[in-house]
């Protein structure tokens, strides 16, 4: 027996539908910029995705970055000043690393 009617969609393509408040001058502007034919909500949708594709690529921010990753990061720099080397090498304990000899003395 065949099935009749609309076949149904997958849950990732199905929309939800969310409220936004905009400013009205934003309104109008993309209104002025769309033509009849184009719909609001895809151009929304579009710019979304397009901000999303564009975070999601990027590196990761120092703020994400592990203390240890920035501290090393930090003491391999060549204008990082040797008492600041020195700190970093206490709270880690690098001391063992042949870059930091000049520092053992």
Same mark, same amino acid.
């Given at each position: 027996?065949?099935?009749?009617?609309?076949?149904?969609?997958?849950?990732?393509? +199905?929309?939800?539908?969310?409220?936004?408040?905009?400013?009205?001058? @934003?309104?109008?502007k @993309?209104?002025?910029?769309?033509?009849?034919?184009?719909? /609001?909500?895809?151009?929304?949708? /579009?710019?979304?995705?397009? +901000?999303?594709?564009?975070?999601?690529?990027?590196?990761?921010?120092?703020?994400?970055?592990?203390?240890?990753?920035?501290?090393?990061?930090?003491? @391999?720099?060549?204008?990082?000043?040797?008492?600041v080397?020195?700190?970093?090498?206490?709270?880690?304990?690098?001391?063992?690393s042949?870059?930091?000899?000049? @520092?053992?003395?």
């Amino acid at each position: 027996m065949k099935k009749v009617g609309r076949p149904r969609k997958p849950k990732s393509a +199905k929309k939800e539908i969310i409220s936004v408040n905009l400013p009205s001058i @934003l309104v109008e502007k @993309l209104n002025h910029d769309l033509s009849w034919s184009q719909s /609001r909500s895809e151009w929304i949708e /579009r710019a979304i995705k397009a +901000k999303l594709e564009i975070i999601s690529n990027q590196e990761p921010s120092v703020s994400d970055s592990k203390t240890k990753s920035l501290a090393w990061a930090l003491a @391999l720099r060549e204008d990082c000043p040797n008492f600041v080397v020195r700190a970093i090498i206490s709270q880690y304990g690098w001391v063992d690393s042949v870059m930091f000899e000049n @520092l053992k003395q």
